[in-house]
């Protein structure tokens, strides 16, 4: 079982930026593959961005690659993903989710989930 816990949402204007983390309790983060999610009012859940197991090679969506970085830290357990840029299209809540799979990009490949933090872009 794991247990994460995202913190570091809040309210941006375009242009800025922000860092949410994960942390991730139970087993051994290293066991499973990180990824972020979206989900805007209204619309599906997105993939955005993952990172291998024991902080392993990254993937972003299109729309995240240049301005989204994901990183890991093995021995805190935790997860962050820093955005720059933002947009107002960024606006959503944001989530963390784990997965045994090491190429998982889809919501029903991921296990576990966080609560989820708001992220809102003024433009």
């Known amino acids: 079982q794991v247990h994460l816990v995202e913190s570091g949402g809040g309210l941006v204007q375009a242009g800025g930026s922000l860092r949410l983390s994960c942390a991730a309790s139970?087993?051994?983060?290293?066991?499973?593959?990180m990824g972020w999610f979206r989900q805007a009012p209204g619309k599906e859940r997105e993939f955005v961005a993952r990172?291998?197991?024991?902080?392993?090679?990254?993937y972003y969506t299109d729309s995240a690659k240049g301005r989204f970085a994901i990183s890991g830290d093995n021995a805190k357990n935790m997860v962050y993903l820093q955005m720059n840029s933002l947009k107002p299209e960024d606006t959503a809540v944001y989530y963390c989710?784990?997965?045994?799979?090491?190429?998982?990009?889809?919501?029903?490949?991921?296990?576990?989930w966080g609560q989820g933090t708001q992220v809102t872009v003024s433009s």
């Open positions: 139970g087993r051994t983060f290293s066991s499973y593959t």
């Open positions: 990172i291998g197991k024991s902080g392993g090679s990254s």
């Open positions: 989710a784990a997965s045994g799979s090491s190429f998982a990009r889809t919501p029903a490949e991921y296990y576990y």
